[in-house]
Protein backbone atom coordinates (compact mmCIF):
# COMPACT_ATOMS: atom_id res chain seq x y z
CA UNK A 1 0.00 0.00 0.00
CA UNK A 2 1.91 3.12 -1.20
CA UNK A 3 -1.09 5.31 -0.50
CA UNK A 4 0.39 8.32 1.71
CA UNK A 5 -2.41 9.11 4.78
CA UNK A 6 -0.17 11.40 6.32
CA UNK A 7 -2.48 14.12 5.79
CA UNK A 8 -5.48 12.53 6.53
CA UNK A 9 -8.09 14.48 3.69
CA UNK A 10 -5.26 13.82 1.02
CA UNK A 11 -4.37 10.32 0.08
CA UNK A 12 -2.21 11.57 -2.33
CA UNK A 13 0.46 13.91 -2.33
CA UNK A 14 1.44 16.81 -4.39
CA UNK A 15 3.99 15.23 -6.92
CA UNK A 16 1.93 11.82 -6.87
CA UNK A 17 1.07 11.61 -10.70
CA UNK A 18 -2.85 9.69 -11.47
CA UNK A 19 -3.83 8.26 -15.37
CA UNK A 20 -6.86 8.69 -16.74
CA UNK A 21 -8.63 9.31 -19.54
CA UNK A 22 -9.11 12.51 -20.88
CA UNK A 23 -12.29 11.55 -22.49
CA UNK A 24 -14.26 11.21 -19.33
CA UNK A 25 -16.58 13.30 -17.18
CA UNK A 26 -14.69 15.83 -15.76
CA UNK A 27 -15.07 14.93 -12.14
CA UNK A 28 -13.24 11.99 -12.53
CA UNK A 29 -10.21 14.82 -13.00
CA UNK A 30 -11.63 16.61 -10.46
CA UNK A 31 -11.19 14.14 -7.80
CA UNK A 32 -7.68 13.74 -8.77
CA UNK A 33 -6.83 17.03 -8.13
CA UNK A 34 -8.57 17.86 -5.08
CA UNK A 35 -5.60 15.30 -3.31
CA UNK A 36 -3.12 17.62 -4.68
CA UNK A 37 -1.87 15.12 -7.57
CA UNK A 38 -1.22 15.49 -10.89
CA UNK A 39 -3.61 13.87 -13.56
CA UNK A 40 -2.08 12.90 -16.24
CA UNK A 41 -4.54 12.37 -19.36
CA UNK A 42 -4.23 9.76 -21.64
CA UNK A 43 -6.25 8.60 -24.74
CA UNK A 44 -8.95 6.09 -24.78
CA UNK A 45 -9.76 3.28 -27.53
CA UNK A 46 -13.14 3.72 -29.45
CA UNK A 47 -14.15 0.07 -29.10
CA UNK A 48 -14.92 0.31 -25.51
CA UNK A 49 -13.84 4.01 -25.07
CA UNK A 50 -11.81 3.07 -21.92
CA UNK A 51 -8.43 3.86 -21.21
CA UNK A 52 -5.48 2.57 -23.92
CA UNK A 53 -3.62 0.02 -22.05
CA UNK A 54 -0.67 1.20 -24.64
CA UNK A 55 -0.99 4.55 -23.62
CA UNK A 56 -1.06 3.84 -19.80
CA UNK A 57 1.61 1.77 -19.88
CA UNK A 58 3.57 4.77 -22.00
CA UNK A 59 2.35 7.07 -19.13
CA UNK A 60 3.94 5.37 -16.08
CA UNK A 61 6.71 7.40 -14.54
CA UNK A 62 8.49 6.69 -11.47
CA UNK A 63 6.17 9.24 -9.70
CA UNK A 64 2.79 7.29 -10.93
CA UNK A 65 0.77 6.58 -7.72
CA UNK A 66 -2.67 5.34 -9.13
CA UNK A 67 -4.32 4.57 -12.87
CA UNK A 68 -8.55 5.20 -12.89
CA UNK A 69 -10.24 3.05 -15.37
CA UNK A 70 -13.49 4.80 -16.78
CA UNK A 71 -16.32 2.49 -17.20
CA UNK A 72 -17.90 5.16 -19.95
CA UNK A 73 -21.41 4.60 -20.93
CA UNK A 74 -21.96 1.44 -19.08
CA UNK A 75 -19.17 -0.33 -21.02
CA UNK A 76 -16.51 -1.99 -18.91
CA UNK A 77 -12.99 -0.92 -19.68
CA UNK A 78 -10.56 -3.61 -20.54
CA UNK A 79 -9.13 -4.53 -17.08
CA UNK A 80 -7.18 -7.10 -17.81
CA UNK A 81 -4.03 -5.11 -19.14
CA UNK A 82 -4.34 -2.12 -17.04
CA UNK A 83 -4.55 -4.40 -13.89
CA UNK A 84 -1.34 -5.97 -15.15
CA UNK A 85 0.49 -2.96 -15.80
CA UNK A 86 -0.67 -1.76 -12.22
CA UNK A 87 0.89 -4.88 -10.53
CA UNK A 88 4.24 -4.99 -12.52
CA UNK A 89 4.74 -1.25 -11.92
CA UNK A 90 2.63 -1.22 -8.17
CA UNK A 91 0.22 1.15 -8.54
CA UNK A 92 -3.04 1.37 -7.54
CA UNK A 93 -6.03 0.80 -9.76
CA UNK A 94 -9.24 3.02 -8.72
CA UNK A 95 -12.09 2.12 -10.89
CA UNK A 96 -14.57 5.06 -11.67
CA UNK A 97 -18.26 3.19 -11.99
CA UNK A 98 -20.32 6.33 -12.52
CA UNK A 99 -21.65 4.95 -15.72
CA UNK A 100 -21.42 1.33 -15.46
CA UNK A 101 -23.50 -0.10 -11.84
CA UNK A 102 -24.11 -3.50 -12.67
CA UNK A 103 -21.70 -4.10 -15.40
CA UNK A 104 -19.59 -7.33 -15.82
CA UNK A 105 -16.12 -8.01 -16.91
CA UNK A 106 -15.53 -11.82 -17.48
CA UNK A 107 -18.65 -12.69 -15.49
CA UNK A 108 -17.53 -10.49 -12.43
CA UNK A 109 -19.17 -6.77 -11.08
CA UNK A 110 -17.16 -3.78 -12.27
CA UNK A 111 -15.76 -2.11 -9.28
CA UNK A 112 -14.67 -5.23 -7.98
CA UNK A 113 -11.84 -5.28 -9.69
CA UNK A 114 -9.42 -2.37 -9.20
CA UNK A 115 -8.18 -1.30 -5.28
CA UNK A 116 -11.35 1.19 -5.16
CA UNK A 117 -13.91 2.10 -7.07
CA UNK A 118 -16.05 4.58 -7.08
CA UNK A 119 -19.70 5.36 -8.01
CA UNK A 120 -21.79 7.88 -8.49
CA UNK A 121 -25.99 8.12 -7.64
CA UNK A 122 -26.73 11.39 -9.44
CA UNK A 123 -30.28 11.50 -11.01
CA UNK A 124 -29.41 10.32 -14.09
CA UNK A 125 -26.93 7.68 -13.68
CA UNK A 126 -28.37 3.86 -13.65
CA UNK A 127 -28.69 3.85 -9.93
CA UNK A 128 -29.56 7.38 -9.11
CA UNK A 129 -31.15 9.32 -6.04
CA UNK A 130 -33.45 11.96 -6.02
CA UNK A 131 -30.20 14.14 -5.77
CA UNK A 132 -26.72 13.38 -5.27
CA UNK A 133 -25.12 10.65 -3.80
CA UNK A 134 -22.13 8.31 -4.29
CA UNK A 135 -20.12 5.52 -2.89
CA UNK A 136 -17.09 3.56 -2.37
CA UNK A 137 -16.37 0.05 -2.96
CA UNK A 138 -13.10 -2.25 -2.01
CA UNK A 139 -12.24 -5.66 -0.84
CA UNK A 140 -9.29 -3.94 1.10
CA UNK A 141 -10.21 -3.62 5.07
CA UNK A 142 -7.80 -0.49 5.45
CA UNK A 143 -8.86 1.42 2.68
CA UNK A 144 -12.11 0.60 4.19
CA UNK A 145 -11.96 1.87 7.34
CA UNK A 146 -9.97 4.98 5.75
CA UNK A 147 -12.90 5.68 3.53
CA UNK A 148 -15.01 5.60 6.71
CA UNK A 149 -12.86 8.00 8.83
CA UNK A 150 -12.61 10.33 5.75
CA UNK A 151 -16.23 10.39 5.41
CA UNK A 152 -16.96 11.95 8.49
CA UNK A 153 -14.22 14.45 10.00
CA UNK A 154 -11.67 11.43 10.32
CA UNK A 155 -13.96 10.49 13.55
CA UNK A 156 -13.02 7.02 14.95
CA UNK A 157 -14.45 8.47 17.69
CA UNK A 158 -17.83 11.21 17.91
CA UNK A 159 -15.82 14.32 18.00
CA UNK A 160 -12.80 13.01 17.82
CA UNK A 161 -11.02 13.62 14.53
CA UNK A 162 -8.25 10.77 13.72
CA UNK A 163 -6.95 12.55 10.64
CA UNK A 164 -8.73 15.52 9.04
CA UNK A 165 -12.01 14.61 7.34
CA UNK A 166 -14.77 15.97 5.67
CA UNK A 167 -18.61 15.87 5.68
CA UNK A 168 -19.32 13.31 2.87
CA UNK A 169 -22.01 11.09 4.40
CA UNK A 170 -24.80 9.85 1.97
CA UNK A 171 -27.64 11.55 3.29
CA UNK A 172 -30.50 9.31 4.99
CA UNK A 173 -33.19 10.02 2.56
CA UNK A 174 -30.99 9.46 -0.55
CA UNK A 175 -29.83 6.27 1.15
CA UNK A 176 -33.40 4.72 1.48
CA UNK A 177 -34.82 5.43 -1.69
CA UNK A 178 -31.55 4.08 -3.22
CA UNK A 179 -32.33 0.83 -1.20
CA UNK A 180 -35.27 0.52 -2.63
CA UNK A 181 -34.09 1.49 -6.43
CA UNK A 182 -31.52 -1.01 -5.96
CA UNK A 183 -33.47 -3.98 -6.15
CA UNK A 184 -34.38 -2.79 -9.14
CA UNK A 185 -31.11 -1.71 -11.11
CA UNK A 186 -30.53 -5.84 -12.61
CA UNK A 187 -34.37 -5.55 -14.24
CA UNK A 188 -33.78 -1.82 -15.20
CA UNK A 189 -30.31 -2.84 -16.75
CA UNK A 190 -31.59 -5.86 -18.66
CA UNK A 191 -33.95 -3.41 -20.52
CA UNK A 192 -31.85 -0.79 -21.11
CA UNK A 193 -29.65 -3.50 -22.83
CA UNK A 194 -32.83 -5.20 -24.77
CA UNK A 195 -33.65 -1.40 -26.20
CA UNK A 196 -29.97 -1.09 -27.17
CA UNK A 197 -30.37 -4.47 -28.83
CA UNK A 198 -32.95 -3.25 -30.72
CA UNK A 199 -31.18 0.47 -31.82
CA UNK A 200 -28.89 -2.39 -33.38
CA UNK A 201 -31.03 -3.98 -35.43
CA UNK A 202 -32.56 -0.89 -36.85
CA UNK A 203 -29.60 0.91 -37.32
CA UNK A 204 -27.80 -1.99 -38.62
CA UNK A 205 -26.07 -0.97 -41.98
CA UNK A 206 -27.17 2.50 -41.94
CA UNK A 207 -23.56 4.16 -41.96
CA UNK A 208 -23.40 4.74 -38.48
CA UNK A 209 -20.46 3.30 -36.18
CA UNK A 210 -22.53 1.75 -33.15
CA UNK A 211 -21.59 0.83 -29.82
CA UNK A 212 -19.49 -2.41 -29.25
CA UNK A 213 -20.67 -5.12 -27.22
CA UNK A 214 -17.48 -6.56 -26.06
CA UNK A 215 -17.90 -10.52 -25.61
CA UNK A 216 -15.79 -10.37 -22.01
CA UNK A 217 -18.56 -7.94 -20.97
CA UNK A 218 -22.09 -7.07 -20.51
CA UNK A 219 -22.80 -3.84 -21.66
CA UNK A 220 -25.28 -1.72 -19.26
CA UNK A 221 -25.77 1.45 -21.46
CA UNK A 222 -25.78 3.96 -19.29
CA UNK A 223 -25.67 5.97 -22.54
CA UNK A 224 -26.17 4.60 -26.30
CA UNK A 225 -23.49 6.54 -27.91
CA UNK A 226 -23.11 6.14 -31.92
CA UNK A 227 -20.74 8.26 -33.90
CA UNK A 228 -20.76 9.84 -37.19
CA UNK A 229 -18.89 12.45 -38.89
CA UNK A 230 -21.23 14.65 -39.81
CA UNK A 231 -22.39 14.46 -36.03
CA UNK A 232 -23.62 17.85 -35.31
CA UNK A 233 -25.89 18.13 -38.63
CA UNK A 234 -27.46 14.69 -37.29
CA UNK A 235 -28.19 16.01 -33.90
CA UNK A 236 -29.96 19.09 -35.92
CA UNK A 237 -31.89 17.06 -37.81
CA UNK A 238 -33.16 14.88 -34.79
CA UNK A 239 -33.79 17.91 -32.79
CA UNK A 240 -35.97 19.09 -35.46
CA UNK A 241 -38.39 16.45 -35.09
CA UNK A 242 -38.44 16.67 -31.46
CA UNK A 243 -35.69 13.45 -30.49
CA UNK A 244 -33.47 15.55 -28.46
CA UNK A 245 -29.95 13.84 -27.83
CA UNK A 246 -26.96 14.86 -26.05
CA UNK A 247 -23.13 14.56 -26.67
CA UNK A 248 -20.47 12.94 -23.81
CA UNK A 249 -18.80 14.84 -23.96
CA UNK A 250 -18.10 17.23 -26.53
CA UNK A 251 -15.25 18.99 -25.27
CA UNK A 252 -12.08 16.29 -23.81
CA UNK A 253 -10.44 17.24 -20.27
CA UNK A 254 -7.52 18.29 -21.63
CA UNK A 255 -8.95 20.92 -24.19
CA UNK A 256 -11.53 22.48 -21.22
CA UNK A 257 -10.50 26.39 -20.45
CA UNK A 258 -9.75 25.48 -16.77
CA UNK A 259 -6.98 22.51 -17.48
CA UNK A 260 -5.43 24.78 -20.32
CA UNK A 261 -2.11 24.49 -17.91
CA UNK A 262 -2.72 20.89 -17.23
CA UNK A 263 0.65 20.35 -18.40
CA UNK A 264 0.66 16.56 -18.17
CA UNK A 265 -0.75 15.25 -21.32
CA UNK A 266 0.83 11.52 -22.64
CA UNK A 267 1.37 10.89 -26.21
CA UNK A 268 -1.46 11.63 -29.08
CA UNK A 269 -4.92 12.41 -27.94
CA UNK A 270 -6.76 11.93 -30.74
CA UNK A 271 -9.13 9.48 -30.27
CA UNK A 272 -10.57 11.45 -27.26
CA UNK A 273 -10.59 14.29 -29.71
CA UNK A 274 -12.39 12.35 -32.23
CA UNK A 275 -15.09 10.89 -29.88
CA UNK A 276 -15.69 14.62 -28.57
CA UNK A 277 -15.87 15.67 -32.49
CA UNK A 278 -18.27 12.29 -33.52
CA UNK A 279 -19.85 10.58 -30.31
CA UNK A 280 -23.81 11.39 -30.36
CA UNK A 281 -25.58 9.68 -27.46
CA UNK A 282 -29.05 8.27 -28.64
CA UNK A 283 -32.62 8.60 -25.99
CA UNK A 284 -32.11 4.97 -24.11
CA UNK A 285 -33.79 4.75 -20.48
CA UNK A 286 -35.26 1.80 -19.08
CA UNK A 287 -39.03 3.36 -19.64
CA UNK A 288 -38.77 3.98 -23.23
CA UNK A 289 -41.18 2.26 -25.52
CA UNK A 290 -39.99 0.17 -28.46
CA UNK A 291 -41.92 1.88 -31.03
CA UNK A 292 -39.59 5.19 -29.74
CA UNK A 293 -36.50 3.86 -30.77
CA UNK A 294 -38.42 2.63 -34.02
CA UNK A 295 -39.25 6.55 -34.42
CA UNK A 296 -35.95 7.78 -33.47
CA UNK A 297 -33.59 4.77 -35.85
CA UNK A 298 -36.53 6.07 -38.60
CA UNK A 299 -35.32 9.49 -38.46
CA UNK A 300 -31.59 8.82 -38.24
CA UNK A 301 -32.01 6.59 -41.01
CA UNK A 302 -33.93 9.06 -43.29
CA UNK A 303 -30.96 11.44 -42.38
CA UNK A 304 -28.36 8.87 -43.70
C1 LIG B 1 -21.32 11.32 -12.97
C2 LIG B 1 -19.91 10.96 -13.05
C3 LIG B 1 -19.00 11.27 -12.03
C4 LIG B 1 -19.32 12.18 -10.90
O1 LIG B 1 -20.30 11.92 -10.11
P1 LIG B 1 -20.86 13.02 -9.10
O2 LIG B 1 -21.81 12.23 -8.30
O3 LIG B 1 -21.50 14.10 -9.91
O4 LIG B 1 -19.69 13.52 -8.32
C5 LIG B 1 -17.70 10.82 -12.12
N1 LIG B 1 -17.29 10.11 -13.19
C6 LIG B 1 -18.10 9.81 -14.20
C7 LIG B 1 -17.57 9.02 -15.34
C8 LIG B 1 -19.44 10.23 -14.17
O5 LIG B 1 -20.24 9.93 -15.20
Redesign the pocket.
Known amino acids: MRFNWRCGRAALARGDEVIAPSQ ?2 V ?2 IA ?1 IEMTGASPVLVDIELERFGLDPGAVAAAVTARTRAVIP ?1 H ?1 YGCPADLNPILQIAREKNIFVIE ?1 C ?2 AHGALYHGRKVGAWGDIA ?1 F ?3 PT ?1 NLGAFG ?3 AVTTNNADLAGKVRLLRQYGWKERYVSQVKGMNSRLDELQAAILRVKLRRLDEWNARRRELASLYLDLLHGAGLILPSQPVDSEHVFHQFVIRHPRRDALQAHLLAQGIHTLVHYPVPVHLQPAYANLNSMVGSLSKSERAAREALSLPLYPEMMEEQVRRVSWVIREFM
Open positions: TAATAVLDSQASFYKDGG
